[in-house]
């Protein structure tokens, strides 16, 4: 089974920034597509952000200009870059990742990591 590990979260004050990272035990890196959902309480664990095994990036609306992904295939890597990080970008994030073009529906996921708090004080 692939395995998924996030790191990076943690306590900034509104205009800071973080850098997530979630690494993959996959082989075939460059085939396997991984993105960012994050989650509040009990609701529903929304897209942040993916990246395909080719390096095609989406964001949602919510983080676009001010999250930035990145991958580095020869440590099985993806960064989530997040910049001007307010409030409402507290949160549990946790990386997902998928053979295939990158989605920004939570189940045609098949591999997720445990996920790594974000909290942003005002």
């Known amino acids: 089974q692939v395995q998924l590990m996030e790191s990076g979260g943690g306590l900034v004050q509104s205009g800071e920034s973080l850098r997530l990272s979630c690494t993959t035990s996959r082989n075939t890196f460059d085939q396997y597509s991984v993105s960012w959902f994050r989650q509040v309480g009990t609701q529903e664990r929304e897209f942040v952000a993916g990246?395909?095994?080719?390096?095609?990036?989406h964001y949602a609306d919510a983080v676009k200009g001010r999250f930035t992904l990145s991958r580095n295939s020869a440590k099985r890597t993806v960064f989530l870059q997040m910049d001007s990080l307010t409030p409402e970008d507290t949160a549990v994030y946790y990386c997902?990742?998928?053979?295939?073009?990158?989605?920004?529906?939570?189940?045609?996921?098949?591999?997720w990591g445990q996920g790594t708090q974000v909290t942003v004080s005002s």
């Open positions: 990246v395909s095994g080719g390096g095609a990036t």
């Open positions: 997902a990742g998928r053979v295939g073009s990158a989605a920004i529906i939570r189940s045609a996921y098949d591999d």
